[in-house]
């Protein structure tokens, strides 16, 4: 069958507008999609992930390969490893990958349980590919077991995972200092060292037998090494097949702006298909999974679906302690999964809990684990319908009993805070970090600005300054034409806002300007709590800087807003005490709207800059 991976006006009423069914186990979530009862095998489909960013990138697809199986009669399920995601933390890692094999064995006896299949394909990716090899032997066989440009060589997977880091850091303009040197690391996620002294000895050439009675190897373009694997799995199990995974780089190199392979996605539906086994005679039905919170002394969490047909995927995180403050509701950026960039929503989630304060994150329609919304545009960012959603967790606060809110978002999350406020009195505070715009111009095209940012002066003088960029330059590696035209759009930005004070007189102002003054002013009338976080090079600022001034020295006259510049940090806050400062900023506002009166002043460090512009002096 070939699956929809494009999603835009999806018209298949099979496919699914509902959200996988959440269950928990062995301390993490799992998401079950059923199978179409109509084509039911008595085959399920066991997902084991890849680790860290690139299961981030490929959170969206293997959702949708979810609803592809389940279409073709394959029910399946996905979860978390111990210790990532959305799993609660894991303090010993002694075992080392011992800690997510047992976490798979258990998803697989869950997913057995669900199904009533007693037979199972495994679908793995990256460094999954080895838990899955490992598990397929512990299960005693399988039906089948996908490669997905699997990890072969574990110091090679290590070499890259580097690269790979180096590559973001450098994509994010992190200066040398800033970055993350000691141990793994990658986007803000560390790999424990229990775990990554294990990788490192990992070499699937020396593979001797394979439990599997089939075998897909999906071989990235132009790898020769992923070329010989495939021959040495065909060696140990003859019925293996090689599909080379066309739009592997699209799909692995930023969430933001991945392409799904869809010709990859129709060849992974069509083998799993094509193995699974029908049902002969008289079945058990399927269970409904009944998830229980994931808890500790200090909060629970319940994963759940929500919104008018359950099309929404979220977590609600409630404080074991008595509740104090507005619930915050964490909203996702661009299309990271709701556990937030390394793992920043789970952990500011449980934080908050820890001081009593409630919080509700989750995925908007087609990001990560919630499908998309009938009719919907293909790209969502910056889409009007997303207020639509927050309506939707706004009401299931609602009946919870859990308002008042607060919303909370980065980059285009932060934009949406904003909008949603709006639009919605039930949310009475915002805290916006680095929202990429205020305002959003509709004739633009989303796909193309966010792959040509302009970045701030300061930071095209630091690049001009470092050798590697001018070597870069002369390699060709970087878009010269594009780079100048973003650096004239940044001087052309600092002159216009020199004479924004003159232009303000004139009997005209941009629909732009008008828009952002005006939300402002709405905020204000509402008495809407204001947080606004940039850090110190974003390109964000550098259009609010356009309206507001330099450090927002044109944002006296709204008493409600409060202005924070952190220095030394990039666009996603991965550094250490950008987050602390994020998280306190949000406990701030979260207290003040819940009790109506100021918040106990916190230790905010002497690194941040942090202004309010109102009837009191300058914290």
Same mark, same amino acid.
């Given at each position: 069958?070939t699956?929809?991976?494009?999603?835009?006006?999806?018209?298949?009423?099979?496919?699914?507008?509902?959200?996988?069914?959440?269950?928990?186990?062995?301390g993490?979530?799992?998401?079950?999609?059923?199978?179409?009862?109509?084509? *039911?095998?008595?085959?399920?489909?066991?997902?084991?992930?890849?680790?860290?960013?690139?299961?981030?990138?490929?959170? #969206?697809?293997?959702?949708?390969?979810?609803?592809?199986?389940?279409?073709?009669?394959?029910? %399946?399920?996905?979860?978390?490893?111990?210790?990532?995601?959305?799993?609660?933390?894991?303090?010993?890692?002694?075992?080392?990958?011992a800690?997510?094999?047992?976490?798979?064995?258990?998803?697989?006896?869950?997913?057995?349980?669900?199904?009533?299949?007693?037979?199972?394909?495994?679908?793995?990716? @990256?460094?999954?590919?080895?838990?899955?090899?490992?598990?397929?032997?512990?299960?005693?066989?399988?039906? @089948?077991?996908?490669?997905? &440009?699997?990890?072969?060589?574990?110091?090679?997977?290590?070499?890259?995972?580097?690269?790979?880091?180096?590559?973001?850091?450098?994509?994010?303009?992190?200066?040398e200092?800033?970055?993350?040197?000691?141990g793994?690391?990658?986007?803000?996620?560390?790999?424990?060292?229990?775990?990554?002294?294990?990788?490192? !000895?990992?070499?699937?050439?020396? /593979?001797? +037998?394979?439990?599997?009675? %089939?075998?897909?190897?999906?071989?990235?373009?132009?790898?020769?090494?992923?070329?010989?694997?495939?021959?040495?799995?065909?060696?140990?199990?003859?019925?293996t097949?090689?599909?080379?995974?066309?739009?592997?780089?699209?799909?692995?190199?930023?969430?933001?702006?991945?392409?799904?392979?869809?010709?990859?996605?129709?060849?992974?539906?069509?083998?799993?298909?094509?193995?699974?086994?029908?049902?002969?005679?008289?079945? !058990?039905?399927?269970?409904?999974?009944?998830?229980?919170?994931?808890?500790?002394?200090?909060?629970?969490?319940?994963?759940?679906?929500?919104?008018?047909?359950n099309?929404?995927?979220?977590?609600?995180?409630?404080?074991?302690?008595?509740? *104090?403050?507005?619930? &915050?509701?964490?909203?996702?950026?661009?299309?990271?999964?709701?556990?937030?960039?390394?793992r920043?929503?789970?952990?500011?989630?449980?934080?908050?809990?820890?001081?009593?304060?409630?919080? /509700?994150?989750?995925? %908007?329609?087609?990001?990560? =684990?919630?499908?998309?919304?009938?009719?919907?545009?293909?790209?969502?960012?910056?889409f +009007?319908?997303?207020? =639509?959603?927050?309506?939707?967790?706004?009401?299931?606060? $609602?009946?919870? +009993?859990?308002?008042?809110?607060?919303?909370?978002?980065?980059?285009? @999350?932060?934009?949406?805070?904003?909008?949603?406020?709006?639009?919605?009195? *039930?949310? *009475?505070?915002?805290?916006?970090?680095?929202?990429?715009?205020?305002?959003?111009? @509709?004739?633009?095209?989303?796909?193309?600005?966010?792959?040509?940012?302009?970045?701030?002066?300061?930071?095209?003088?630091?690049?001009?300054?470092?050798? $590697?960029?001018?070597?870069?330059?002369?390699?060709?590696?970087?878009?010269?034409?594009?780079?100048? +035209?973003?650096?004239?759009?940044?001087?052309?930005?600092?002159?216009?806002?020199?004479s924004?004070? /003159?232009?303000?007189?004139?009997?005209?102002?941009?629909?732009?300007?008008?828009?952002?003054?005006?939300?402002?002013?709405?905020?204000?009338?509402?008495?809407?709590?204001?947080?606004?976080?940039?850090?110190?090079?974003?390109?964000? /600022?550098?259009?609010?800087?356009?309206?507001?001034?330099?450090?927002?020295?044109?944002?006296k006259?709204?008493?409600?807003?409060?202005?924070s510049?952190?220095?030394?940090?990039?666009?996603?806050l991965?550094q250490?005490?950008?987050?602390?400062?994020?998280?306190? $900023?949000?406990?701030?506002?979260?207290?003040?709207?819940?009790?109506r009166?100021?918040?106990? #002043?916190?230790?905010?460090?002497?690194?941040?800059?942090?202004?309010?512009? &109102?009837?009191?002096?300058?914290?």
């Amino acid at each position: 069958m070939t699956m929809n991976f494009n999603e835009q006006n999806p018209s298949n009423t099979h496919l699914a507008v509902f959200a996988a069914e959440p269950v928990t186990f062995a301390g993490t979530i799992g998401l079950y999609t059923p199978a179409r009862q109509a084509a *039911r095998k008595a085959t399920a489909v066991l997902f084991v992930s890849p680790w860290g960013f690139e299961e981030m990138c490929t959170r #969206k697809f293997f959702r949708i390969l979810a609803e592809g199986f389940a279409e073709a009669g394959v029910a %399946n399920l996905r979860f978390d490893y111990a210790g990532t995601g959305d799993a609660l933390d894991v303090t010993d890692h002694s075992r080392g990958m011992a800690v997510w094999l047992e976490t798979a064995e258990q998803a697989a006896s869950q997913l057995k349980s669900l199904s009533r299949c007693d037979s199972i394909i495994l679908v793995s990716q @990256g460094l999954g590919s080895a838990v899955a090899l490992e598990l397929a032997q512990r299960l005693g066989g399988v039906d @089948g077991v996908a490669l997905m &440009a699997p990890a072969i060589s574990g110091r090679l997977y290590l070499r890259e995972l580097s690269v790979w880091s180096k590559m973001i850091d450098d994509g994010m303009g992190v200066p040398e200092s800033q970055r993350e040197t000691q141990g793994v690391s990658i986007a803000g996620l560390r790999m424990p060292e229990e775990i990554a002294a294990e990788v490192r !000895k990992l070499n699937l050439m020396n /593979l001797a +037998k394979v439990e599997a009675a %089939n075998c897909l190897v999906l071989t990235r373009p132009n790898r020769s090494a992923d070329e010989d694997f495939a021959a040495h799995i065909r060696e140990l199990q003859p019925a293996t097949r090689e599909v080379v995974y066309r739009g592997y780089d699209e799909l692995v190199f930023n969430p933001t702006i991945a392409t799904m392979p869809a010709e990859t996605g129709d060849a992974l539906v069509e083998w799993v298909e094509s193995i699974s086994k029908p049902i002969a005679g008289a079945s !058990k039905l399927p269970q409904r999974p009944a998830p229980v919170p994931l808890a500790t002394a200090e909060f629970r969490e319940m994963p759940l679906r929500f919104g008018k047909a359950n099309e929404l995927y979220g977590i609600l995180c409630e404080p074991t302690a008595p509740r *104090r403050g507005a619930t &915050a509701i964490i909203l996702t950026t661009a299309y990271d999964r709701t556990a937030g960039w390394g793992r920043t929503s789970v952990k500011m989630a449980r934080e908050l809990a820890r001081d009593g304060i409630p919080s /509700l994150r989750f995925d %908007n329609a087609n990001v990560a =684990d919630s499908p998309p919304t009938p009719g919907a545009p293909e790209q969502v960012l910056y889409f +009007k319908g997303q207020n =639509d959603e927050i309506t939707a967790a706004l009401d299931l606060l $609602e009946s919870c +009993k859990l308002l008042p809110a607060v919303l909370v978002g980065r980059c285009s @999350g932060g934009y949406l805070a904003f909008q949603a406020s709006l639009s919605d009195k *039930r949310s *009475r505070g915002l805290v916006a970090a680095n929202p990429y715009v205020l305002h959003w111009d @509709g004739s633009l095209t989303v796909d193309a600005s966010l792959r040509h940012v302009p970045r701030s002066l300061e930071t095209y003088g630091l690049k001009l300054l470092q050798l $590697e960029t001018l070597r870069r330059l002369l390699r060709g590696d970087i878009d010269g034409p594009r780079a100048i +035209k973003n650096f004239t759009t940044s001087v052309i930005r600092r002159a216009i806002r020199h004479s924004r004070p /003159l232009l303000d007189f004139l009997p005209f102002r941009s629909p732009e300007r008008n828009a952002i003054l005006e939300l402002f002013q709405s905020l204000k009338a509402r008495k809407v709590d204001v947080s606004l976080i940039y850090t110190a090079r974003d390109t964000g /600022l550098e259009q609010f800087n356009d309206h507001f001034g330099k450090e927002g020295s044109h944002l006296k006259r709204y008493s409600n807003v409060r202005l924070s510049i952190i220095p030394e940090a990039d666009h996603n806050l991965t550094q250490a005490h950008a987050q602390t400062f994020y998280l306190q $900023e949000v406990r701030s506002v979260s207290l003040k709207v819940g009790t109506r009166q100021t918040a106990p #002043k916190e230790e905010r460090g002497r690194a941040v800059i942090s202004r309010k512009y &109102a009837n009191s002096p300058t914290s």
